[in-house]
């Protein structure tokens, strides 16, 4: 099995790649085939060689496969090359599992669209650039795949580019991923210059052998973190995501769920030796990720727009994942990106499925009492919202109790009061949403009402078999509390997972409090959201009217980007100007053009000289004759 884990990226770059030269050749049909057959080959490759780990007892990991050499530049090389091992199976999995259920939703969702067969070409890329980016085995080659998945958002958050906000939102995407990029870029150049190579191996190596150490390793962890609240949209570089629903919302669904911003978690997780050597550095990760968790959050809880609602709710959810990265709980991390990754991929699609239904509308104001529209779409939404919201016994309440669990074990007792604020505020928007849109009374307009139809098994299928994940993924990492082996999905990464990285222990006692703090911020937010929407639907506007100033700010999500806009982005495009039409136009252009008009000018004093007829040549040579004799007598 160990052989076949490097073909995993190439059956969706072998699709992108004919779709793009050959796609107008092909119908519909093969294009389907072709787009999801691809990842649906990736799929069973990642299976075979996830089951193929459970049978290398007693082989070193990582597994590794260089296909060829690829850069040389003096003592500096690095390989094109793959790695397995479990922190690899479960992204692989995580990729091509929820990808193909997207894939085959795209089909239904996208059946009547002019760019059916770019838009999965765009996909099948989108795909081969993550799969490249988790399973590389050196810090350029992932650098390849992190570059890959911000070019392939760009494309797809602008798919529809005819429209102004979709280009808009794609540039935003593209510009903002630079700037965390350039973060990135100089860590890695840190990393090159001091240990000399980029493979993952040899970083862990010189962490473990003290050549990259206390402030050094710092340094380098905060600039690679820089990279990774760009592309997975935390404090400040957040602000290109609420914007990516412009694209089509299954491509929402891939990059809040399983491709794009899980990529910042992965890294961390993958360097967790590297961080770990700096408790500065993880203490940077937990507060950003704390302080993201909530503030999206309360940015969530007054919008209208059912894809911007999931849209911060991801931003905060990454939030939970870093806040347990930076803890030292790496699995916990992980564990929470592979359960967020069931439920808001099928809370996306499910929007969608409601979205399709009511012929392109979004804003849930214009919604209420679906349910009886809906009723394929209705339960697996429910179910989404409730693994989100942290209930018991749902994946996102284990793997969130695991990351807050961890936080106060830690010592980090604010930072966990802030998560479990942020657990109350997540319960109570996403009951919001599902009140608004399928309870109350309904507010459908004429003309949808009279196109509002359930959305087709093609689509509703993929919701169905998420909504199972989204209840039995959690069982594999179950509470400390039920014993030590509980907790599988924390021994399957201890090969990776650096032994220093792991949280200190609670007492039973202790862990079953926070557990049930966590029941019980789920149930306050749930609670909370059916007296607003439900039981008093008077409240909300009562509360907002004696509260203007607060929910103006929330609503218009603390004007950060007109602030961005007014600093930075007008500013640029004033001073762009005044560079143009001072310095372009007048001393670039001018020293242009005023050569040129010398050289005419010239030109055309010494064309005089040129008339054709013999006799003002034989004139001219005769002068010039005179001149030189007088010039030679005088």
Known sequence: MRDLFWLIPFPPAASALALILFGRFLSRKWVTIQACGSVLVSFLLSIFSFAGLFGSAGESLPWIKILSPWIKAGAFGADFGFQFDPLSAVMVLVVTGVGLLIHVYSVGYMAHDKGYTRYFAYLNLFMFAMLLLVLASNMVLMFVGWEGVGLCSY????????????????????????????????GLLFLLTIVGSSDFTAINGAVRGGTIGGGLATLIALLLFVGATGKSAQIPLYIWLPDAMEGPTPVSALIHAATMVTAGVYMV?????????SGSAGDVVAIIGAATAVFAATMALTQNDIKRVLAYSTISQLGYMFLGCGVGAYAAGVFHLATHAFFKSLLFLSAGSVIHALSGEQDMRKMGGLRKYLPRTYPPFLVGAIAISGVPFLSGFFSKDAILTSAFAQGKTILWALGLAGAIM????????????????????????????????????????????????????????????????????????????????????????????????????????????????HLPQALADRLPFVHKLLYNKYYVDEAVGAVVIRPLIRGSDLVYSGFDLKVIDGAINGSAAAAGFFGKALSFLQTGFVKDYAFAFLLGVALILGVFLF
């Open 269 to 277: 997780a993958r360097l967790n030796v590297l961080f770990g050597a």
């Open 426 to 537: 997540t319960a109570f928007y996403m009951f919001r949403l599902i009140f608004m849109t399928f309870h109350g009374p309904e507010r459908i307009s004429e003309e949808a009402k009279s196109h509002l139809h359930e959305s087709p098994k093609v689509m509703t299928v993929p919701l169905a078999i998420l909504a199972v994940f989204s209840i039995i993924a959690g069982y594999v990492g179950l509470p400390a509390i039920l014993g030590e082996k509980a907790d599988l999905f924390r021994r399957f990464l201890a090969p990776v997972i650096s032994p220093a990285a792991e949280a200190r222990a609670l007492s039973i006692g202790a862990e079953g409090l926070l557990i049930l703090a966590s029941a019980g911020a789920a149930f306050l937010g749930i609670f909370v959201a059916y007296l607003f929407y439900i039981r008093s639907p």
């Open 155 to 186: 494309l797809l958050i602008g798919f529809w580019f005819e429209r102004k906000s979709a280009s808009a939102a794609g540039k935003k995407a593209f510009i903002v991923n630079r700037i965390g990029d350039a973060g990135f870029l100089l």
